[in-house]
């Protein structure tokens, strides 16, 4: 069974861990400081007693007989006679205290001063020459009013812990609540954001924290989303009124065909003409709508090869040239320099017969059209479509890419066409990485201008590189 456990128990939880962790490593550190001190200042009080015992010796082992010594030692209580043992050279007891008489005859020789811990006892041997004889000398220091003061120590540490512990969950759960009060601030917001208020944004706290760059990535979200949403209501729309108008004249060819009361072979003939002519309208139309629906679901997969620029265009340019010639437009190709680029064969195929259609479509007979291949300074290849047909305003060349527009004199000048053909273009140049844009002037003509990344004179063989399928076509798109 999983338990959900909220964000801010889970931050109240992790605090405790650190507290607890914190307050352990503070307590152990407290214990071993005041330990390690404790036995400092006992080593420093038997090193001292050491001075004085070694000073008592100096002064009366040579004048004092055994017993005489025994006695005075015995009475002098600065040096605590009771935690006491001397030797002398021969290693007979001088001198042994009541509260140490388990040390009394197991003394080691040890030149320098060594500290030991015996049965709650500090005990400090060394060996001293004292008018030309090695003396051995053992003092002790009772432990017992250290042992308990760490007792104490650890006993009110162990007390403290659990009420620590108790006010840190508090503290930890009330400052988890305040961190996360601009996050549900956030939550309640965006909730009141639906598909009729996706204009609606986020109050940005100018904090310059996470909460700052967390509400700035929503509204960029919700701008991406509400663009999104907006591309898909103007296509809906734009497409029920790009296939009305055709399925209506259908539908009247077809009526009053039915309705012709002497309908004659002629009148018939009539009819079907302009159904088929309506009828590949809404082909084409949904044609370019199935494949702008496929690149915007990331299913359309390009074949990239070496093909050579100057004879790509050759095809679409001769297949293009008997709708020129019904117009009586002029048609020139300027070839450059053979060079060759990486592409998808087919797609390329249909980008420069979308842009010579363009071209064909909004030149007026008498026109001319001239296509250039060559490459730029870079030695990038470059190809140029060039009409003398009517232009297109400035206001609206920021927008002749997007999906289902037709400027104002287009729609005056054709009514074929649905808007969409540029927006393909567009697709086909970016997913080559390469650049289309436009010049134009009104009445004069406009040049399309696709220019690919600089490469390699030729390709040997011409073969199949890759296939270039979702990540190519999503980084596109």
């Given at each position: ?51 004085g015992v070694d000073n008592f010796l100096v002064e009366h082992v040579s004048r004092l007989p055994a017993g005489k010594l025994h006695q005075d030692l015995s009475v002098h209580v600065a040096l ?237 340019l001769a297949a293009c040239r008997h709708l020129a010639e019904a117009k009586n437009i002029e048609v020139l190709c300027e070839e450059g320099e053979e060079v060759y680029l990486w592409a998808d ?40 479509i060039a009409d003398t047909g009517i232009g297109i305003e400035s206001r609206d060349l920021p927008n002749i890419f997007d999906r289902f527009f037709r400027a104002e004199n287009a729609r005056l ?65």
């Amino acid at each position: 069974m999983n338990v959900k456990v909220s964000v801010r128990a889970r931050l109240t939880i992790l605090y405790d861990l650190v507290f607890l962790l914190g307050f352990i490593l503070l307590g152990i550190s407290a214990y071993v400081g005041l330990q390690s001190t404790i036995v400092k200042v006992v080593d420093n009080e038997l090193s001292s007693r050491l001075d004085g015992v070694d000073n008592f010796l100096v002064e009366h082992v040579s004048r004092l007989p055994a017993g005489k010594l025994h006695q005075d030692l015995s009475v002098h209580v600065a040096l605590k006679p009771a935690l006491l043992v001397v030797q002398n050279p021969a290693g007979d007891l001088l001198y042994c205290g009541a509260s140490v008489r388990a040390l009394c005859g197991s003394l080691s020789m040890h030149v320098s001063p060594f500290f030991t811990t015996i049965r709650d006892q500090r005990v400090l041997s060394v060996t001293r020459v004292i008018k030309g004889a090695p003396y051995r000398i053992c003092m002790a220091s009772d432990l017992g009013f250290a042992t308990t003061i760490l007792h104490k120590f650890s006993f009110w540490l162990l007390l403290i812990v659990p009420l620590a512990l108790l006010s840190s969950t508090l503290g930890g759960y009330w400052l988890s609540g305040r961190a996360l009060e601009p996050v549900r601030g956030i939550i309640n917001e965006v909730h009141g954001i639906g598909e009729h208020s996706l204009s609606m944004r986020l109050q940005v706290p100018q904090t310059g924290d996470d909460i700052q760059v967390l509400s700035e990535t929503l509204n960029g979200m919700l701008a991406r989303v509400e663009s999104a949403f907006r591309q898909v209501r103007e296509l809906t729309a734009n497409a029920s009124h790009e296939l009305r108008t055709p399925v209506s004249i259908i539908r009247t060819s077809a009526e009053i065909a039915l309705l012709n009361a002497r309908p004659t072979i002629e009148s018939h003939r009539h009819a079907l003409l302009q159904i088929c002519a309506e009828a590949e309208k809404n082909s084409r139309l949904l044609d370019h709508m199935l494949m702008l629906a496929r690149t915007d679901s990331r299913a359309q997969t390009l074949q990239f090869t070496g093909v050579s620029l100057p004879r790509s265009i050759r095809q679409p340019l001769a297949a293009c040239r008997h709708l020129a010639e019904a117009k009586n437009i002029e048609v020139l190709c300027e070839e450059g320099e053979e060079v060759y680029l990486w592409a998808d064969a087919t797609h390329l195929n249909r980008l420069w017969l979308l842009l010579l259609d363009n071209a064909i479509k909004y030149t007026p007979p008498g026109g001319k059209i001239v296509v250039r291949t060559c490459t730029d300074a870079t030695s990038a290849p470059v190809c140029e479509i060039a009409d003398t047909g009517i232009g297109i305003e400035s206001r609206d060349l920021p927008n002749i890419f997007d999906r289902f527009f037709r400027a104002e004199n287009a729609r005056l000048t054709a009514d074929v066409g649905s808007g969409l053909g540029l927006a393909i273009a567009q697709w086909i140049v970016d997913v080559h990485e390469a650049s289309l844009s436009v010049e134009s002037t009104l009445g004069v003509g406009s040049t399309f201008r696709v220019k690919f990344r600089a490469q390699k004179k030729s390709f040997a063989g011409e073969g199949v590189r890759q296939d270039v399928a979702t990540s190519l076509v999503a980084s596109a798109s």
